[in-house]
């Protein structure tokens, strides 16, 4: 399997850094994975911030699934159905204020982590620890029990 991630700006925080490090790394020893950050804007309106944001991510992936509090939540299980017949799949994660209006409308399928609002480093670290299961899962390995 192949995964890319696609997000705005760094992750700054040092335990959201931890934990996408961690999950990483064991991710990255079942499957083929490639973080993509792309530049967070910095300044001017908000709607323009994330518009301009919206074209990086854009010009990234052109099929993708949104992490978004107003999509579906699926278990963990239904998580790794969902990847099971994928060769790759994209993932963008908004920044600190989401995504654009353009990117949601460009999305191919959205996504709830919850339905609580987290930071956007905390869904990194999320969306990795939930690839990682769900590619256990596949495998028949024993992490998800």
Known sequence: MKFRIIWAGKTK???AAEGVAKYLKLLGALAKVEVVEV???KGGPEDERLRKEGERILKQTSSFVLLDERGP???SVEF???LRD???ADFV???AYGVSAEVKAAASETLALSRMTLTHEMARVLL???LYRAVTILKGGGYHH
Request: glycine share 14%.
């Open 93 to 95: 994660v908004g920044g």
């Open 39 to 41: 530049r967070e804007q």
């Open 128 to 130: 990795l620890e939930q």
């Open 73 to 75: 939540e699926l278990t």
């Open 13 to 15: 925080e040092a335990y």
């Open 86 to 88: 994928r060769g790759r």
């Open 80 to 82: 790794a159905e969902m």
